[in-house]
T-cell receptor, first 117, second 111 residues
Framework: DTAVSQTPKYLVTQMGNDKSIKCEQNLGHDTMYWYKQDSKKFLKIMFSYNNKELIINETVPNRFSPKSPDKAHLNLHINSLELGDSAVYFC????????????????FGDGTRLSIL | SQKIEQNSEALNIQEGKTATLTCNYTNYSPAYLQWYRQDPGRGPVFLLLIRENEKEKRKERLKVTFDTTLKQSLFHITASQPADSATYLCALTSGTYKYIFGTGTRLKVLA
């Protein structure tokens, strides 16, 4: 059973299009994240959700809109795609202890490789 | 601004030797430091976590040290094997939901 699954694995599309990436975790975790990994393999956090509530938004353009319908899902919708959006997008999840964060491992999906033509 | 650097982009070592990877940070006071392994085409996989008040943590052939005075963590793989070849990432958090990842070190263990 895949713990954190993302779909699609590959996404090739034209500049200006709108696309969505889906993420689901079956670990029972209460916190989910989206990361962007660029061509130099630098992994940067974009969003963090705890119990469906947005906790972190790292100055990501408004074209990126995450949505968490429930604790097990965190989807990412991107409007008006630009060349600079080409990257690998990773979803992750972790369990937070009451009053404590950061002390639990994150579980990552295998990424969605987005290529803008 | 907060910055995390890992010693080198790539590191080649002979099988059986100890690999030592470095994670240095500035303008940050992390409460926790984590190490991850990433294989090509896959997501990072958690290896070890160390707290700011811990000096050292071990797990099988892996050892992590954390020196908050030097603002540095060292990650050691003893008796390295070709299967240990991967990119290793350090990640820091100050106890919030925000994790900051290092630039990664690509380790290659030569048979």
């Amino acid at each position: 059973d895949t713990a954190v699954s993302q779909t699609p694995k590959y996404l090739v599309t034209q500049m200006g299009n709108d696309k969505s990436i889906k993420c689901e975790q079956n670990l029972g975790h209460d916190t989910m994240y989206w990361y962007k990994q660029d061509s130099k393999k630098f992994l940067k956090i974009m969003f963090s959700y705890n119990n469906k509530e947005l906790i972190i938004n790292e100055t990501v353009p408004n074209r990126f809109s995450p949505k968490s319908p429930d604790k097990a899902h965190l989807n990412l919708h991107i409007n008006s795609l630009e060349l600079g959006d080409s990257a690998v997008y990773f979803c992750a999840s972790s369990q937070t202890s009451p009053g404590q964060t950061g002390n639990q491992p994150q579980h990552f999906g295998d990424g969605t490789r987005l290529s803008i033509l | 601004s907060q910055k995390i650097e890992q010693n080198s982009e790539a590191l080649n070592i002979q099988e059986g030797k100890t690999a030592t990877l470095t994670c240095n940070y500035t303008n940050y006071s992390p409460a926790y430091l984590q190490w991850y392994r990433q294989d090509p085409g896959r997501g990072p996989v958690f290896l070890l976590l160390i707290r700011e008040n811990e000096k050292e943590k071990r797990k099988e052939r892996l050892k992590v040290t954390f020196d908050t005075t030097l603002k540095q963590s060292l990650f050691h793989i003893t008796a390295s094997q070709p299967a240990d070849s991967a990119t290793y990432l350090c990640a820091l958090t100050s106890g919030t939901y925000k994790y900051i990842f290092g630039t990664g070190t690509r380790l290659k263990v030569l048979a």
